[in-house]
């Protein structure tokens, strides 16, 4: 979608404060909202995070089982004013004997939903560790108008998510939250630095009012690749619309395009502990900041799609993966091992290459180094 005809021709949004676990009141609002304004044909408007139910903890389950309905009527919204709405909502998602509710943010039209993106940071300093599951491989969502690149609430902190999805087409980004007005200057950096990063318009809505007993900030905004601040609200209800200049970005990036650089700054073997007295430094430096470390031992004979599928899931886990090299065909003598058979026939040497060269491996180490002493530090790290 690079054709500046073909994008969106305006852009908006829609900020007001919710009723908690009250969907028919905020339909409402959405309603009114946008009939207070003036859309071009394929107008882009966002709306809050969790904007139909709040997050209404306890309940929230339940309030899902509705999302479908939402949908419609939204489908509808969008088609009477020949728009395109986004904004997130509880998903819940039964697969077998397993139940998963997601924060997802939904891009719908006339026709119904172009795509979903499910938050990727959970905000567990809030509780919503204990309700939501995190979503994985966030992709642009692709519509009519143009690909839009996602992100919900705490994820604008996070500035990989904004840029992979803009180096994958994405045509502008949109950010659907709940963020709390003790943190609004913040937010309204956190804003123009996505933006002036990825060298495209950026569209953020956000909550206002008090919602159960946390105020919101407002402050939603509309931002062009140069961090310029076209339209911005205050901390009351209000909506609102501007024509994005398409021809603009494109010369920004015609200048220079930072955005899309991505060289591979790192070398594999990098990964690679030397010794055990490394190791240990190294998970004792990543607890230290506070990182989330998964471990994993495997071995050295073989290796599978099934193998590397467990190397992924495990990383998922947690923010550092490291994986330790079993001496031959010795047992599971380490600290929390789950045994995989991972590798190739060969030196030791050649076998931690090869499994340096994956990017879900954060880390790795040949265990034939560790003594028994070592064994047991690196286990009481990982416990902590």
Not at 223 to 247: F, N, Y
Not at 318 to 324: I, K
Request: net charge negative; proline share 4%.
């Amino acid at each position: 979608m690079s054709g500046a005809q073909r994008l969106f021709p305006s852009l908006g949004f829609l900020q007001f404060p919710l009723d908690l676990a009250e969907p028919a009141k905020n339909l409402e609002q959405v309603r009114a909202g946008l009939e207070g304004l003036t859309l071009a044909d394929g107008a882009l408007i966002v709306l809050p995070e969790m904007w139909s139910t709040g997050f209404a903890y306890g309940r929230l389950n339940d309030l899902a089982v509705g999302t479908g309905q939402i949908l419609q009527e939204l489908a509808s919204l969008a088609g009477r004013h020949s728009c395109i709405l986004a904004g997130s909502l509880p998903e819940l998602v039964i697969s077998g004997q397993r139940t998963h509710l997601y924060n997802t943010l939904y891009i719908v039209g006339a026709e119904g939903t172009y795509g979903s993106y499910r938050k990727q940071q959970i905000f567990a300093f809030g509780g919503e560790g204990k309700a939501f599951s995190a979503g994985s491989e966030p992709r642009p969502i692709v519509t009519a108008q143009g690909q839009i690149g996602c992100l919900v609430c705490y994820d604008l902190r996070f500035p990989d998510l904004a840029r992979s999805q803009c180096q994958q087409g994405a045509d502008l980004l949109i950010c659907s939250a709940q963020w709390p007005v003790a943190r609004r200057a913040q937010w309204r950096a956190l804003l123009r630095a996505r933006a002036i990063e990825n060298q495209t318009f950026l569209v953020a809505c956000n909550g206002c009012g008090t919602v159960d007993g946390v105020e919101l900030g407002g402050y939603s905004a509309i931002i062009d690749p140069e961090g310029v601040v076209l339209a911005e609200a205050l901390s009351d209800p209000q909506g609102a619309i501007i024509h994005p200049d398409w021809q603009s970005r494109a010369d920004v990036r015609s200048r220079f395009n930072s955005f899309a650089i991505s060289p591979y700054s790192f070398a594999d073997e990098s990964k690679i502990c030397r010794s055990a007295r490394e190791c240990l430094q190294l998970v004792s430096g990543r607890k230290t900041v506070g990182q989330r470390l998964v471990y994993c031992a495997v071995g050295r004979d073989t290796c599978r799609d099934t193998d590397l599928r467990v190397l992924q899931d495990a990383r998922r886990q947690g923010d550092f993966l490291l994986v330790g090299v079993l001496p031959e065909e010795e047992g599971e003598a380490t600290p929390g091992a789950r045994r995989r058979r991972v590798g190739e026939a060969g030196e030791s040497k050649d076998v931690l290459r090869f499994l340096a060269a994956f990017g879900c491996v954060d880390a790795i180490c040949s265990l034939k180094d560790f003594s028994a002493e070592d064994l047991v530090l690196l286990g009481e790290l990982l416990s902590r």
